[in-house]
């Protein structure tokens, strides 16, 4: 299992981005991959293993973020479902979510139990209730013990994730996301790529909107 660890070796202070402004959202990303809206509507969404919108989508959105990033968590309860709201929902743009887990062994853990979730559809959810769980509880939350606690809490088929866990099986996934975001110079988290365009740090919907907006009208304007 000492692999596992390999890829760790940043602290605390890879986690990077002040939270400058912006409401809290009331939705969760749970609710906006099931279609639910503020005002109770629901409309459809292109929800794949993690990744939301179409494939063809003329603004690509990537996300990478470490579980245990205070940040990270700032952007996933606040800008990404507005984001989604606004361009993913309507097939403007696509959301795909990667994991850089820098900050510890949990994290890595918590990277390969989001994953582990995903094979059952369910990364989405487990994501929401990752982040929950270790704002309440902190490291323990994303000891195995812990994922094992949040799998049962989202109703995923506990023998199913316990041998994805226990087994490693999603553990070359974890390390291709932490390679590809060494490989477009990320050197903290959360980074966001809107068509390639880096922003780094929890930012405030508008500043990912402005981004978004002109990347709309450069594809428009082809």
Partial sequence: MASRWRNVGWSLAACLGLVLGGAMVALSLIDVATG????????????????????????????????QCPHCYELHRAAEPEIIERYVRTGLARLEVRQFAVMGPESVMAAEASL????QGRFWEYRDALFSAW?????????EAGVRAVADQVGLDRDAFGSCLV?????????????????????????VFINGRQVVGTQPFQVYAKIIDEELEKELAK
């Fill in 167 to 191: 087994s490693g099986a999603r553990l070359a996934e974890v390390e291709e996301d932490m390679r590809r975001g060494k490989a477009e110079g990320i050197t903290a988290v959360p980074s």
């Fill in 135 to 143: 704002r309440q509880k902190g490291y323990s939350a994303y000891s």
């Fill in 116 to 119: 582990c979730a995903a094979d």
């Fill in 36 to 67: 639910a809206t503020a005002s109770g509507a629901s409309s459809s969404l292109v929800v794949e293993r993690r990744a939301m919108g179409p494939r063809n989508a003329k603004v690509q959105i990537v996300v990478y973020n470490d579980f």
